[in-house]
T-cell receptor, first 117, second 109 residues
């Protein structure tokens, strides 16, 4: 079975531009989460979606938005890019979106590495 | 104060050594606990979940102390292939995981 797939793998943008990142979860997984990992730091939670609805949002500005489609794939959009948005953007999927202990085991995709110049 | 704190290292150890990583978390409402491993420029991969009773997976042993809000990972008989960054991770709700900044391990021959 295919794991979590993300595209594009690498991209370069300039300040002020907009970017869309895509994610396909593992087959059978209905929950998708997005994380941002800046160099030297751990991943930071951006969004969680389940059944096309937002289930959680991290401490990110409104320039960041996301959506989930009926086939459970997801897109992350970032508008008005800043230099500080340069990071590895990770998508993760899981079967169970709930907070029961041990339930939220995430499988990550390889990420989309965004460089903002 | 960071929600999850780890010693960044790096820990430089010889093959065969035993090494221990520690982690503390601040949110007492945390519900689930994990160690993830991340190789250079790769995605994090689940190493093991951590349970209050402690759990072992081969050379790896994880412990959780909820009262002290402390998590540990012990690696015995270190291999070259264990070289990576080890991320301490706490689940708050849903799929919101809070990651520590990671501890770098370098195992040398």
């Amino acid at each position: 079975d295919a794991g979590v797939t993300q595209s594009p793998t690498h991209l370069i943008k300039t300040r002020g531009q907009q970017v869309t990142l895509r994610c396909s979860p593992i087959s059978g997984h209905k929950s998708v989460s997005w994380y941002q990992q800046v160099l030297g730091q751990g991943p930071q939670f951006i969004f969680q979606y389940y059944e096309k609805e937002e289930r959680g949002r991290g401490n990110f500005p409104d320039r960041f938005s996301a959506r989930q489609f009926p086939n459970y794939s997801s897109e992350l959009n970032v508008n008005a890019l800043l230099l500080g948005d340069s990071a590895l953007y990770l998508c993760a999927s899981s079967r169970n979106p709930d907070g029961a202990p041990g339930a939220n085991v995430l499988t990550f995709g390889a990420g989309s590495r965004l460089t903002v110049l | 104060r960071k929600e999850v704190e780890q010693d960044p290292g790096p820990f430089n150890v010889p093959e065969g050594a035993t090494v221990a990583f520690n982690c503390t978390y601040s949110n007492s409402a945390s519900q689930s606990f994990f160690w993830y491993r991340q190789d250079c420029r790769k995605e994090p991969k689940l190493l093991m979940s951590v349970y209050s009773s402690g759990n072992e997976d081969g050379r790896f042993t994880a412990q959780l102390n909820r009262a002290s809000q402390y998590i540990s990972l012990l690696i015995r008989d270190s291999k070259l292939s264990d070289s990576a960054t080890y991320l301490c991770v706490v689940g708050i709700y849903g799929n919101k995981l809070v990651f520590g900044a990671g501890t770098i391990l370098r195992v040398k021959s």
